[in-house]
């Protein structure tokens, strides 16, 4: 598929994601996700929903989250090895990548403090050679088909109060899968196990977050996994903004957002990713509609 392609293609499924999502507005009050008005100021940003792995996002008991959503990737000197990509060669280069990807997220809250997430996605993706690399490596490689399939297990271990913050924990497992392919494969199982504290305060919500990571059949099989100081804030009943810098080893990148809610139970996410170090993507611009589903 042609990038003008993908780019219809993606355009087409927002517009018309927006187009059933306003249609749901006009039977429903606008305003805000469900928070109750006698919320104290701490959960003003965020309700009463656990976080999930999606910026600025929060889930409740009973509730199902179904998030189509659409991700570009623009790194100019994206660091690799011959070697990881099949050729002969250990020195590091800097090559040329670009990517598309759509990606569907779903998430259920078991409990109000147990929830559950899968995330499945399609990408194409290539990689363009660096002018100094002399091994066999063809000057362009590109692929596509089936991308991440990812599921969570989140779990909220202290709610936050007056005296204290909320804790939270995560646990992420990437399945091994399209082996054979370099770019958009993933050869063995992945996975994070991290902590997060989040505190509540009337000029905004903060939210901490650390893991350690692992992946089968790799040199180093356990690592520093994705760290983040992130920021949620209500401005209106119908916008929220968020930032966050978020990095994993010495890739850093500044995450921006903004939600708009178009009733209780549709928004639209749409933010970016700046790269802060030379080894992060330098933009990586999403998009995408979020759909919440009361099912109790």
């Not at 249609?23 to 959960?43: C, R, W």
């Not at 147990?114 to 063809?138: F, H, N, T």
């Not at 497992?173 to 370099?182: G, L, R």
């Amino acid at each position: 598929m042609t990038r003008t392609r993908s780019w219809v293609l993606v355009l087409t499924v927002v517009l018309e994601a927006g187009r059933a999502a306003t249609a749901i507005a006009t039977d429903e009050e606008s305003g805000a996700p469900p928070l109750q008005q006698s919320l104290p100021t701490y959960l003003n940003d965020r309700g009463t929903g656990m976080p999930t792995t999606l910026f600025g996002t929060y889930i409740r008991a009973g509730e199902l989250l179904i998030y189509p959503f659409y991700e570009y990737y623009n790194d100019q000197d994206r660091e690799y090895k011959p070697s990881e990509l099949g050729f002969d060669g250990e020195q590091d280069f800097r090559g040329r990548y670009r990517a598309h990807e759509g990606l569907l997220y779903l998430g259920y809250g078991l409990t109000e403090d147990l929830a559950v997430e899968l995330e499945v996605a399609g990408i194409q993706a290539s990689l363009e050679k660096s002018s100094e690399d002399l091994s066999a490596m063809p000057p362009r490689i590109e692929e596509s088909g089936l991308g991440d399939i990812d599921a969570h297990i989140l779990w909220r271990m202290l709610r936050e109060t007056d005296g204290r913050p909320e804790l939270f924990s995560f646990f992420k497992v990437a399945v091994p899968h399209q082996k054979d392919k370099v770019l958009i494969g993933t050869p063995g199982w992945e996975g994070d196990i991290g902590l997060g504290v989040v505190r509540g305060f009337r000029w905004g919500t903060l939210t901490l977050r650390a893991a350690a990571g692992f992946a089968t059949g790799t040199e180093s099989e356990f690592e520093i996994g994705e760290y983040a100081v992130e920021y949620l804030k209500r401005a209106s009943a119908q916008w929220r903004v968020y930032a966050a810098v978020e990095g994993s080893g010495d890739e850093v990148s500044l995450i921006t957002e903004v939600q708009w809610h178009l009733n209780p139970y549709v928004f639209l996410k749409m933010g970016t990713g700046i790269g802060l170090t030379s080894k992060a993507t330098d933009w990586e611009p999403e998009v995408g509609i979020l759909f919440t589903l009361p099912t109790r």
